[in-house]
Structures are given as C-alpha cells and as structure tokens.
C-alpha cells in the first residue's frame, strides 16, 4: 500500500515535469532556419539584437561568467555595481576597471552598461587625476571600453554614436582639449587598434592638418559608421534621428574651428570649412524621421514654403469668392478690443508686448482654413479645392515640422556660418586677429595696433553680410581682442570711426552679447539690427519683474498668473 | 592603500588598548569567554534538568566540569590525540577534497580572461586575485569538510566505538581539529606555490626592441622600448653601457648596450616588492599655522566604516559614528601643511640616506597651469630647535608611490644662520626623532595626505616571504572556520551545522554593514532602518532617507522589531571574528607592503581564543552527548 502511494507519487513528478517541458521546449526552441522563427525566446533575442550572429562573437570568457554566477546573472552583475562604486569613492581606479570589465563580461548586451561605465571612466574617474596625461588615458579606455561593447552589440548604433562622441567632445571639449588633441593625435598605439577596428585613421578623410589623425575626424568617421548601420536597415534606439545625424556634420565644423584655434590660419583652415559646409547641407537633405507619419529634409523648407504658396496660389484662384467670404466672415467673429488692435497694427501703430502677442493669435485666426475654404467653393470645382486643400495642409505640416526641427538645433545659424567661415577673408580676419594677439602678447604694441585694426575692418564686412555671427563664440572672442585693443591704444573710450561700435554696443560688461540684442536679432527676418535702437543700458532681468530669462526661482512664483493671461489671451 | 587608525596598533595597543580599554581585545576576549561560560551552564543546567531532574541535573553539569578539569583535560594524550587526527585526515582525504586544488588550478589558467591585461598595476590585481581566490576556496573547503564528519559517525554510530575505547572527548575534538587544518594545511602549500608561480610568471615579459634611440650627449643615449602587453618604457642609457627604464606599470627593466651596439632589455624589476614602512605621527596645521586635528574636506564622497575598531565600547554604546581616516588636505600657498613626525631615525637603520615614499593626493580649486602637476615640497625640520631645511619640491604623482631618498646633507636655516646641515647631526633630535613637514606650493590648490601616506623605509623583505605571510593569514582564518564547524558539529546535523557555520562566517563579513545599520538606529538617522523596515520600504519603494510613511502605531512597532533584531545582530556579530580584516591582510602583499608582524600575530592570538573557546563548547556538547547515550 505504502510503496503504492511512493510509486503513485513518482509517477505524477514525472508526468508534472514532463508537462512543464512543453512550454519550456516552446518558449526556448531555437530557430531551424528558412522561415523557421524558433520559440518565443529565439524570436525575442532576434528582434532585440541580442543574438551572437555568428560563432566568432562568442566570448569563451563571457559564457564562462554567465555559466559560473549559476542562474544568479543578475545578483552577481549588481554586487559588481556596488563593488565598482565603492572601489571608486575608495579611487581604487584599478579595480574599478576590473569589476566594470567583470559587469561587461556578465552583461554583454545591456548596453546601457557600456554607455554608463564608459562615461564613469572617461568622464568621472579622468577628472580625478592630476596629471593631465593620466586623465587621458582615463579618456582613452573609457572610449575604448565602449568600443568593446560596440564590438559585442554590432546592431546599437547609439554605441556607434556615442564611441564618436566621446571622440570628439571628451577630447575635443575638455579643459585640457589643446593637450587631449595632442596626446590623441600622437598616440600610435591607439591608432592602430582603431585601424584594427577598420577605423581609417590613416586616411585623409580623418587626418587633420598636420597629416596626424584629428579626434574629431576619426570621430566622425565613427558616427559615419553608425550612419551606415542606420541606412543598412538598424533602427535607432534610445535617441532622436535628429540628434544622431546632427553630430556627425558637426565634427566637421568642430574640427575647423579647433584647427583655427591652435593657429592653422590658412588654406587648410579654409578648406576645412569648405568640407565642414558640405558636410552640413548634406546633413540638410539627409531624411530625418520626425514624430509625425513623415520624413523631412532640413534643408527643404524654402522649397516647401514655395510649393504652399504655390498650391496656395493656385486654390484661391481655383475658389474665388469662396476665400473672400470665408475671410469676411472671422474677421467678423473678433470681438470689438481684437479688431482694434488689428486696425492699430495695419496703421502701423506701436503695440505694447501683450498687444502684439494677441495679434499674432489674431492674425492666425483671420486665416481661412483651406478646408472650410474649400467646403464652401463651387460645385464644379469643389473636388480639386478639397484635394488641394489636402496638399496645403500636407505640404504646411512638413514645413512646420521642418522649421520647428531646425529650430531645434539652429540649423541656419549653423549653415551661416560654415558659409562665413569658409570664405577667404573671414580666415584672413581671423589670422590677422592671431597675428595681433601675438605681437600684443610679444608687447610690439604698434605692429599688434596696425594689425587688430585691419583685423576689425574685416570683421565689420563680415558682419554686415553675416549678422548671425554676433551672437557666436566668435563674437565673444572678437570682443575680448577689442578689450586688449582698448588696453594697446590705452583709451577706454574707441576712436569714432571704429568700424565695429555696433557690434561693441551689442556686447555687455561680461564680454557676452546683451540679451535684448540677441532677442532681436533672431527676431530680425535677416538677423540685422540697428545696434543704435537698442537702449543704452541692457535692461535686468534678473531683477524680480522678470523676463525671458527671469530666473527659474522666479519662474515658478508666476506660474498661475501665467495661466491667468494665457486663459484671457 | 590607505591604512585605518586600528593598523598603526602594535600587539600591546590592539590586547589592552592603553586609555581606551573598552576597546581592548583583551576585555573583548574575556567578556566573550565569560559570557559563554555562564550560558553554558545555564543550557547545561537546564537540558539536564529537563533530563533528570532538577537536583540530578545540577550534579550532572558540575560531574561534566568535574571531568573536564579533573580528568580529562589532564588526562589527554598527544599519542590518541595524533591517532585520531590522523583518522580524520584520512577521512577528509578519501573524501576527496583534493579536488579542490584542480579547481583552483583550473581557475588560475582560465585566470587570464578576467584580469584586466591594460591595468596599471598588474602585480596588485594579479596578487589580490590568486589570494582572495584561494581565500574563498579554502574558507569554503574548512567549512565542508569540519562539519559534517562528526555528524556522520554519530549518524552510522562508528562514534560509540571510538567513544567506547580509552579516548577521552577532548581528544576526539582536538583531533578533529588538528587533522582537518592539516588537510587544510596540506592544500594551502600547494596553492601558494601555484600563486607564486602564477604571480611571478603571469608578470614576467621582454621588450624585445628599441625604437627612435637618440644620443643626448656625454655619451648617453636616450630611446623608448617597443610597445609589449600595452605599455612601452623610456630609458636613457649611460655611457658605461647600463641604464634603466622609467616605472611605468609598477616595475621597469635594466637596459644594456653590448658592444656591437645592440641594447638587450632585462627582465621586470620591482613589480613584486614588500616594502618596510615606519610611519610617523601627523600633525595638520592650518592656513593661519595653528595646530588642527584633521586637513581639509574636499568633499569627497566617503565610505562609512571602521565601526569594528571601537570593541565593546561600541557595543555598550559609548563610541560614536564610524571611525575611517580618509585624506587631509592642505591648501597651497598658506601656512598650511602637514607635519610627520618619525621616530628611531638612526644612522644604523639608514646607512644608504633615508629613504621615503610619498604617496599624496592632489586637488584643483582651480584649473591653473594643465601641463604642469601640482607640486608640494618636504622640509626637513629639527622636531625641537629651529633649524630646518631649505623646502624641496617635487611634483604630486598622484595614485602612484613617489619614492625619493633625502639627502644626507641639505642647506638650510639654523636659526638666523644660512649653512648646510647634516641630516643627521643637525636635524635628528638625539633620540632619533625627525620631523618632515609637507606643504603644497601652488596657491589656492590643495594636497591631501594621510598617515600612511607618507613613511620612511628601513628597508624590503623578499616577495615570495610576504606571500607566505599572507598566507598565514588564510591559514589562521581557515583553522578559525574548522574550529566553529566541528563546534557546531558535535550538537548539529552535517547539513544543518554547514549552514550554521556559514552563517557565523557571513555575519562575521558583514557585521560593518550590522554596526553601520545599527549606528544610524542609534542615532535616529533615516537610512532605510532595520530588515523589517526595509523591506517595508522596498515595498513602498520609499528612498531610504525619507520618513517611513506608515501610521504611528505601526512605525513604532515596526522600528521597535527592527531595533530589537538588529541589537541581536550587533551582539552575535561583535562576538565573532572579524574576518574582513584578516582578508585584509591580502591587502598589504597586493598593494607591496610588508604584512606588518603585529597585525599576523593579532590574527594569531584571536584565532587561538576562538579555537580555544570553541573547543570548550564541543567538549560540554560531546560530553551530554555521550551522557545521553
């Protein structure tokens, strides 16, 4: 009876566990190829990228770790964690390496490990160092770590992104980027694991003006890999498409103005202008996916504009009266104070800051809509009014999203600028300021005089035709040479023909352009503005009344007042 | 490696703790005997009576003492106690534990894919893995095989055979004891001349070339090696054909030109080393040159440790806060500095000059001059009289060991007069003391020193005895964990006294976790509370600086749980080794320091009071065992 029960007892164990196989062997099944998908498992590591793609991925010592921790993967990893953080508060920075590179070995394919460790290391543990030679090193393995990690994850591009990142902003952008620059262009050894990495240091594509490779070219080139990635059908993960494509045009333009910075004032300074301009407008007419349905090309928006109008054109014509009509009857929708401000604005009146924010809204709502326009047409040719009304919506909505896009990362400033910089003069100005600097630094202060005063006559030209650059670094530096030109000529006051007073008078006391001359010149259609116009004293806005910038404490205070005047506007 | 208050101890300082001696280990000792003699009795007492009655219980607890004492503790023979180890090694072999050292073995060759080849410092990792790898493994071995051999002769009742032969139950503990730490001992040979090898082979390499050789005059020529196991050295050669490499990766190489001009680079020097240090006092002085107790905070982030140094002052509640030396800064351009003051500076002891090794911190308050390091400077100072060196500066090599020798004679001030002073004779007191006050040059930067930071170094003992002496340390932990198992296994099951004994060594490795929970209890700081209230927490996902969110009544029930189990914790854990320390131990071979002679023979004397104390526990367990049967 007893040895019944036992047996009985066995038996449904193994009907139990034999049960459980069932979905164990669904869930795990592999993948038999053509057209086989494999269990669920299978299916996930594929659509995650997750998967080794081929034997040679394998790591020996990686399985070897995962298999050891004996199903405790996840404990083991976040023991390390902790190990590694505090053998950082201890700057133990050895073994912070090891347990980083034992989490890499545990978590191959968690790329946030990568992203996070080898920022840790290039970024918090470099600064640590005294010696700016140790802190790249420290730079140097962080970015090298993550290239490990882009190795063992061949389908992340934000990896990708972020390798050419750390190449270019953590060397490039540092505090010691004049000695990070060197030390990189220099270091051979590194060079010839990023050859391994079919890296092409040695091309011209990533060699800067001395023939050594340029941290921010190779940079690039790694960004451009990601590129790559991206078009051969990987989708971008955990980043804006915008953000991706924007970096890699960018290096470009990075890399001629560190290139001028260290003093390459020449042909090849112009040149890399010219390439960093390419660069930027085929960045333009890359197509960048958006939030909306559509792609857009940044450099596309003045045609866009062109087609609306156009269409636009086309369908008043197409609707006649309807438009008119339809016109007629908002304006008769706005209330008595509205139309008021609309005759006051066509007559050409002042409004205050309120008044022009209401017209604006006014202005929108005056506007007819295609569609109702549309509706209300003729018979005979309503249906090509509704059809075109769709492509004006359509074609508006692009433009929108594009100008909104380029708003997002300033594209025209951007495209301004590499089209300043690559001109002749512009690195003709630029050397004459170096030159000037020089002499005034050598204290020949005639000859550093004479050449600060060509440079500026210069600069004039070139912010007469780009006014956009005022509001740039190179606004900020030419400001501090005509602080030192003020020292050389020991006057406070400048000579009344000094070709840049306008541009002196956008500047404040802090050497940055005034805030109300930076509003205006954005809001400038062509980015002029009458330096004259502007008040004598640049108004505070750090004071309690608040402003654009009115401080964030402040900011919260107002919040529902803000409510109150939008609800009333 | 920054050294704790509680390793500068001698043996005398740690046993009695001179005007602190709630802190003694002594006191520690004695409390922990007492208190387990006095528990004892009381179980005793009360298993017995619940046994035989209250009256025959009292004399069966006083019969057991009355052995103990009388007969056999007198009685017990070195010949029965050899036999009955032997019995136990044999046991303990056929069960096949050398196995153990394959596995070791097959961890060192699959050692290489988890080292880090582009550390800095390979010698340390190297060291620190073949010792805290052969740590674990042997901890783990003593703790298998001590518990479950006793517990299975009960079990298969081979032990009425043994107990019913002239064999007294202390001969049946001690001879457990001896033949499991002889199995114990007989793998930890082995194991440590793996690591020797492992250690010593792992970081020999050639450079094989030079490359871009220049001469720089007076016939010495200047080049770099090749590029081997990720780094390459610079050397100059001399023109006697002989130079060396700089230090890069903790050693360097002897260059050699031959005569037909070919260089031949030598092998590693200096990666294994055990250096003698003798630390001074330190003294920090403020920006205005007044006396203060500690540098400046930079504000870096801090670990809270260094509980288990107060003792049983901590326990009763008298110390406070976790005691951890972390680095003292001192700011650059002011009266700022930190003195060291040395003791038995003798001619005798430094006949070759006197070496010292800096290893200071550097700090920036502000970028200032990037291509140049921050630089400090030593004056030698007359602890007494007024007469001190002219200042030598020196650039801050951060995280690395700055090794100088201070010039037998130095110019200097005596007083108003200007001179050269001997080292010696102007700036050692007569007892041999010398002050080095160290101070940082640039202004509005700062250098962050400790006590360890800064020493002298009488002189280097052999790497291969440092080992050794590691070693002993895993050796002395290891006969501490087979003590506690064969405890338990004389009143546990195998299983159940594996775990128990696991739990003792768990609880020993964490009991700074327990302190540090316990302090902030203490102290009413929010810090994620006891085990109940954390797991309340983790339930609420509540951070752990937060109030607990839960009604009155409730917090109170939950924090009075919590403070009543963690209290139990502190307790039990206070009274067990302190393990992390003596794991520590690797710390010094690793970092290339010699392992203080104190500090092992602290070790020593803790592992013998356990193993003494855990000895008298089996007795009395064996001993009601043998009654009941």
């Known amino acids: 009876m007893n040895r019944q029960t036992a047996f009985g007892r066995k038996i449904v164990y193994l009907v139990v566990l034999v049960a459980m196989l069932v979905p164990l062997f669904l869930l795990g099944q592999p993948s038999g190829g053509e057209g086989d998908p494999g269990g669920r498992l299978t299916e996930m590591r594929r659509e995650f990228n997750i998967a080794e793609s081929d034997l ?92 490990r990690g882009v190795n063992q994850n061949r389908n992340a591009p934000r990896l990708v992104w972020y390798t050419g990142w750390f190449y270019g902003q953590k060397i490039g952008v540092a505090d010691e980027k004049t000695q990070f620059r060197r030390l990189f262009a220099d270091d051979e050894a590194l060079h010839e694991r990023l050859l391994e990495e079919r890296i092409a240091v040695d091309s011209p594509e990533a060699r800067g003006p001395l023939g050594k490779p340029d941290n921010w070219l190779v940079g690039r080139l790694w960004l451009n890999r990601g590129y790559d990635l991206v078009d051969s059908g990987v989708k971008i993960r955990r980043q804006t498409p915008l953000n991706f494509y924007e970096t890699g045009a960018k290096w470009r333009i990075r890399h001629a103005e560190a290139i001028e910075r260290e003093g390459v004032l020449d042909e090849r300074a112009q040149n890399a202008w010219q390439l960093a301009r390419e660069d930027w407008i085929g960045f333009g007419n890359r197509s960048i996916p958006t939030t909306a349905p559509f792609t857009i090309k940044l450099d596309q928006l003045d045609e866009l504009s062109r087609q609306v109008d156009e269409r636009m054109e086309e369908f008043r014509e197409l609707t006649g009266d309807a438009y008119e009509v339809e016109r007629e009857r908002l304006l008769e929708s706005l209330s008595e104070e509205e139309r008021e401000i609309l005759e006051r604005a066509d007559e050409g009146e002042q409004l205050t800051d309120d008044e022009s924010y209401q017209l604006q809204g006014i202005r929108r709502r005056i506007q007819p809509a295609p569609d109702s326009v549309a509706r209300q047409a003729d018979p005979d040719v309503r249906l090509r009014a509704i059809r075109l009304a769709g492509e004006i919506r359509d074609l508006a909505a692009r433009a929108s999203k594009t100008d909104a896009y380029r708003e997002q990362i300033n594209y025209s400033y951007w495209r301004t600028l590499t ?151 | 490696m920054t050294l704790q208050p509680e390793d500068f101890w001698s043996y005398y300082e740690w046993l009695m703790r001179p005007n602190a001696f709630m802190e003694s280990a002594f006191l520690q000792g004695v409390v922990l005997f007492v208190l387990v003699i006095v528990l004892g009795l009381m179980i005793g007492y009360i298993i017995s009576a619940v046994r035989y009655g209250p009256g025959e219980g009292f004399y069966a607890v006083a019969r057991a003492v009355r052995d103990l004492v009388r007969t056999d503790l007198p009685g017990t023979r070195v010949r029965r106690v050899w036999a009955l180890a032997r019995l136990a090694f044999k046991e303990a072999i056929r069960r096949r534990v050398l196995f153990v050292i394959g596995l070791f073995v097959v961890g060192l060759m699959l050692a290489g894919w988890y080292l880090n080849p582009q550390s800095d410092d390979p010698a340390r990792l190297y060291i620190s893995f073949v010792l805290t790898a052969t740590n674990y493994l042997i901890l783990a071995l003593a703790l298998f095989i001590s518990t479950f051999s006793i517990p299975a002769d009960i079990k298969s009742r081979t032990i009425y055979t043994i107990v019913t032969k002239p064999v007294r139950p202390t001969e049946i503990v001690l001879g457990r004891m ?88 030598g092998p590693p020097v200096g990666a ?117 060196s002219n200042p030598i500066v020196f650039e801050v090599n951060e995280y690395d060991i700055d090794e100088r020798t201070l010039p037998p004679e130095i110019e200097g001030t005596d007083g108003d007069e200007t001179r050269v002073l001997s080292l010696f004779d102007d700036l050692v007191t007569e007892d041999g003391r010398l002050q080095l006050v160290i101070r940082c040059v640039d202004r509005g930067q700062y250098l962050g020193m400790t006590k360890s930071g800064v020493y002298l170094k009488p002189g280097e003992n052999s790497f291969g005895w440092n080992l050794t002496k590691a070693y002993g340390s895993i050796w002395l932990q290891m006969t501490m964990v087979i003590a506690f198992g064969v405890m338990f296994s004389t009143f546990l099951s195998g299983p159940v006294a594996m775990v128990a004994t696991a739990v003792c060594v768990l609880l020993g490795f964490s009991a700074e976790r327990v302190y540090d929970t316990r302090y902030h209890i203490d102290a009413g700081i929010d810090m994620g509370g006891g085990p109940i209230e954390s797991i309340v927490r983790i339930l609420r996902q509540d951070a752990m600086t937060t109030q607990l969110d839960v009604d009155t009544i409730a917090s109170r029930v939950i924090k009075t749980a919590d403070a009543g189990i963690v209290y139990a914790l502190d307790a039990v854990a206070t009274a067990l080794p302190n393990l992390p320390k003596m794991v520590g131990t690797a710390e010094y071979a690793a970092s290339g320091f010699d392992v203080f002679g104190a500090l092992l023979a602290r070790h020593a004397t803790a592992t013998l009071g356990y193993c003494l104390l855990a000895f008298l526990v089996s007795y009395f367990f064996l001993k009601s065992r043998e009654i009941a049967a």
């Open chain 1, 56 to 147: 040679g991925e394998i790591s020996p010592a990686s399985e070897t770790a995962k298999l050891a921790s004996l199903g405790l993967r996840g404990v083991a990893a976040t023991l390390l964690w902790n190990k590694a953080h505090e053998y950082k508060v201890r700057h133990e920075w050895d073994r912070l390496k090891a347990a980083l590179n034992n989490i890499a070995l545990l978590q191959p394919h968690f790329d946030k490990v990568w992203e996070h460790q080898a920022w840790n290391l290039a970024y918090n543990v470099s600064s640590e160092f005294d010696d700016y030679r140790q802190r790249y090193e420290m730079v140097r393995e962080g970015t090298e770590f993550l290239q």
């Open chain 1, 419 to 569: 089209e300043a910089e690559q001109e002749e003069r512009t690195v003709r100005a630029r050397r004459l300021v170096y030159e000037a600097e020089k002499a005034n630094a050598e204290a020949e202060i005639d000859k550093a005089i004479g050449l600060y005063e060509e440079a500026f006559e210069i600069w004039a030209e070139i912010f007469e035709d780009f006014p956009i650059l005022v509001i740039d670094d190179t606004g900020e530096d030419l400001y501090e040479s005509i602080q030192r030109y003020r020292v050389a000529i020991d006057s406070e006051e400048l000579p009344e023909d000094f070709p840049l007073r306008g541009f002196v008078k956008m500047m404040n006391d802090e050497g940055r352009i005034r805030s109300d001359a930076h509003q205006a010149i954005l809001n400038s259609p062509d980015g002029r503005i009458d330096p004259d116009s502007l008040p004598d004293e640049e108004p505070d806005y750090d004071s309690p009344a608040g402003g654009p910038e009115g401080g964030s404490d402040g900011a919260k205070l107002e919040v529902p007042d803000f409510r109150e005047s939008n609800g009333g506007g």
């Open chain 2, 178 to 265: 001896l033949g499991f730490v002889g199995v114990g001992t007989m793998m930890l040979v082995p194991m440590g001349l793996a690591s020797y090898l492992f250690v010593t082979r792992g970081l020999r390499h050639t450079h094989v070339e030079v490359v871009e050789v220049e001469e720089v005059g007076d016939g010495r020529l200047q080049g770099e090696t090749d590029y081997t196991r990720s780094h390459r050295h610079s050397f100059t050669v001399e023109a006697d054909g002989r130079g060396y490499t700089d230090v890069v990766r903790g050693h360097r190489h002897l260059v050699t030109r031959g005569d037909d001009g070919d260089f031949e680079i």
């Open chain 2, 272 to 388: 294994l080393r055990a250096r003698i240090p003798e630390y001074g006092e330190i003294q920090f002085l403020d920006r205005s040159g007044e006396p203060k107790e500690e540098g400046i905070d930079v504000g870096n982030e801090q670990l809270r440790e260094g509980y288990g140094s107060a003792g049983l002052s901590r326990l009763v509640g008298v110390a406070e806060g976790p005691r951890r030396l972390t680095h003292g800064y001192v700011e650059g351009g002011t009266l700022a500095a930190a003195i060291y003051t040395f003791d038995q500076v003798t001619p005798q002891r430094y006949p070759d000059g006197i070496p010292v090794d800096i290893s200071i911190r550097a700090y920036r308050a502000h970028k200032g001059d990037i291509e140049s390091g921050l630089r400090g400077s030593i004056t030698l100072k007359h602890p007494d009289r007024d007469v001190e």
